[in-house]
């Protein structure tokens, strides 16, 4: 099984990425699939997650600007993050949890989004 995070970079204030998560291994469409972030000298974060039953969720902090999509053609899911902030610089990192056992998770490698002001 392999998460592969990416769609980082670096970006002004103001503009948008979208960072895709896409798996191997698994089916994403039977997990719960999150997004985190650790900044630096932060702890991980989280930011929104999609749940396998169709609800998504986000933090207070990226609400009405973050959107998490799911592309199950491509088993994939999306962070499109617009309006981003300085402090929205860190590394993102999406999880996969299994919706039936809770101790099957599994974590990509991270991609770095950095803001510049």
């Known amino acids: 099984v392999q998460l592969q995070a990416s769609g980082g970079g670096l970006v002004q204030a103001g503009g948008s990425l979208r960072l895709s998560c896409t798996a191997s291994?698994?089916?994403?469409?039977?997990?719960?699939v999150g997004w985190y972030r650790q900044g630096p000298g932060n702890q991980r974060e989280w930011v929104g997650a999609?749940?396998?039953?169709?609800?998504?969720n986000y933090s207070d902090s990226v609400k009405g600007r973050f959107t998490i999509t799911r592309d199950d053609a491509r088993n994939t899911v999306h962070l499109q993050m617009n309006s981003l902030k300085p402090e929205d610089t860190a590394v993102y990192f999406c999880?996969?949890?299994?919706?039936?056992?809770?101790?099957?998770?599994?974590w990509g490698q991270g991609t770095q989004v950095t803001v510049s002001s």
């Open positions: 999880n996969a949890l299994y919706r039936i056992d809770s101790n099957r998770s599994y």
């Open positions: 291994g698994i089916s994403l469409s039977s997990y719960h």
């Open positions: 999609t749940t396998a039953y169709g609800p998504t």
